[in-house]
């Protein structure tokens, strides 16, 4: 395993070379002593892996191959981050998140608990790209929330509490709570009820 800055893993820990803990910020290149990345206990990370500095993850994290998590994200408990994700800095995940192969997660969004990301999916940050008017503003999306595969999520967009992202949709404006975003651009419509029933019992 390649180290840099000072890292802290707990037990349990399973790495599958190559794997890189505490990579450098740009504030860092060069120095030493700075911190690293904090990962808790029973984690495996599988090959290709590469996680910044600054990062720190909770217990039973799994991570695919070829997944990079840049610099101050906080990641909580029971989190699969799948092949080839992408997660930029200062990000947050909550705990028992699922991200599928090849999501990638802008800076500046918050991902709450039990949420499902399809894959290939797109959170985006910036609104105007390349001016960056406004700032860079991830989406958040709240508990019990679903995102189907090769969907895309605009910058600053809310999606609500138990909502559902239909697969290839792309989400222009606020999902509420425990509706249906279907479409390009994606229209707000009420859950199916097979799919409350199942929200329910979750």
Avoid: W
Avoid at 122 to 139: A, K, W
Avoid at 167 to 180: F, N, S
């Amino acid at each position: 395993m390649i180290e840099y800055g000072i890292n802290k893993t707990g037990t349990g820990l399973q790495v599958f070379e190559p794997v890189t803990l505490g990579f450098p910020s740009r504030e860092y290149i060069g120095k030493t002593g700075f911190s690293g990345t904090t990962i808790g206990n029973d984690a495996v990370i599988r090959s290709g892996t590469i996680i910044y500095c600054d990062v720190t993850i909770g217990n039973r994290f799994q991570a695919g191959h070829n997944v990079l998590i840049r610099e101050k994200t906080r990641i909580g408990d029971h989190v699969s981050v799948g092949t080839g994700v992408i997660i930029e800095g200062n990000t947050i995940l909550g705990n028992n998140v699922n991200l599928q192969s090849m999501v990638y997660i802008p800076t500046n969004s918050t991902i709450k608990d039990h949420v499902f990301i399809g894959p290939n999916a797109i959170l985006t940050n910036d609104r105007y790209p390349p001016s960056g008017i406004g700032g860079l503003v991830g989406p958040v999306i709240e508990n019990h929330a679903a995102i189907g595969a090769n969907s895309t999520i605009l910058p600053g967009i809310h999606i609500g509490e138990g909502s559902l992202v239909a697969a290839g949709a792309i989400v222009t404006r606020d999902v509420p709570a425990h509706k249906l975003a279907v479409g390009s651009p994606a229209e707000i419509r009420d859950m199916p009820l097979a799919l409350q029933k199942k929200c329910s019992e979750n």
